[in-house]
């Protein structure tokens, strides 16, 4: 079975014909049942993610419409401007917490309703100026856009697309190893497929190929989408694939990695989990990089 992509699989209409309806914000607000997802410095509640509290104190030109879930409007709050006691006051109670180390105690529609609420306020407090002239944006569209208040510029919501790929070397004796490496980043002993940003002026294929090149000198031929994950941590939307390496010998960038290898299935069997003291070690369950890794190693 195709293991689950965690920040997928929301439940949310998001609702789109309401986000220029003059007043539908303020009325919805007004209404008790209203739902709001407080956010507070990327973190979440959790006990209770989603709340009916009417957070008075902050202006409804501050809060994003998420969407609507069985006929109850869904917003998000931005407690970030508090600080976290006044923020967990002003929310009901309950801590934040950071959504990955979180992700498998609430249901898979809640983690993407976070993962959306995480992303599009970030996008916000990022988006405060215009980027043209430099005067203060205001918020537009029940939060879905901002608009310069001096030339008029518009801006909509940014994601920034990654491609992350699982790189397959099949030896002509029949071997098949997938590349691992290792960034100086990532918590002591996890091992992860490569990954990068795409540039201006290229396709995903040319990404994994120029990935792939850079950091590890290895020659890409074949590549196959294999899906896509929603990664606001802070901004990015992952593209994940399957890749078919055309060279053998890795060479490393050690300015990206500290180390990159070929692993068979069995030396990747060995692996332990993310959260063990073993010493080659999974990345987390929520990423694509192990639903990559676990689609390899399943195969024959
Ligand atoms: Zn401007």
């Known amino acids: ?39 507070w410095r990327d973190r979440h509640l959790v006990d209770e993610a989603i709340v009916t509290h009417p957070l008075r104190d902050v202006p409804s030109s501050e809060l994003v419409f998420l969407g609507m879930r069985d006929g109850v409007p869904i917003f998000a709050a931005d407690l970030s401007p508090l600080d976290e006691a006044a923020a967990r006051e002003l929310a009901g109670g309950g801590a934040f917490v950071e959504l990955r180390t979180a992700v498998h ?13 995480r992303g599009i306020l970030h996008w916000h407090r990022n988006h405060q100026f ?8 205001r918020s ?33 004796d029949g071997t ?36 792939a090149m850079e950091e590890t000198a290895i020659r890409i031929g074949a590549t196959h989408y294999r899906g896509s994950q929603p990664w606001p941590f802070p901004a ?32 990747l069997n060995r692996f332990g989990e993310w959260e063990s003291d073993a010493e080659y070690r999974l990345p987390r369950r929520d990423s694509i990089a192990r639903l990559l890794i676990e ?6």
């Open 1 to 39: 079975m195709r293991p689950f992509l965690s920040y997928t699989g929301g439940d949310l209409d998001r609702a789109d014909r309401f986000r220029k309806v003059p007043g539908w914000v303020e009325e919805r607000l007004a209404d008790p049942s209203t739902l709001i997802v407080p956010v």
């Open 295 to 300: 689609e390899w190693r399943s195969e024959q």
């Open 176 to 211: 098949r190893a997938c590349l691992m490496a290792r960034h100086a980043a990532l918590a002591r002993g996890v091992w992860s497929t490569i990954a990068g940003f795409v540039e201006p002026g290229e396709s995903l294929e040319e990404t994994v190929a120029r990935e």
């Open 236 to 267: 990015s939307l992952m593209l994940g694939f399957r890749a078919e390496a055309e060279s053998d010998e890795i060479t490393i960038d050690r300015e990206e990695l500290e180390d990159a290898r070929w692993f068979t299935k069995e030396e």
């Open 105 to 117: 105690s609430v249901s898979a529609a809640d983690a993407a309703l976070l993962a959306y609420a």
């Open 140 to 172: 537009e569209r029940a939060g879905h856009m901002r608009v310069c208040t001096s030339c008029g510029l518009e801006m909509f919501p940014v994601t920034s697309p990654a491609v992350i790929m699982l790189v397959e070397r099949r030896r002509p």
């Open 130 to 137: 215009c980027g043209r002239c430099g005067s203060p944006s």
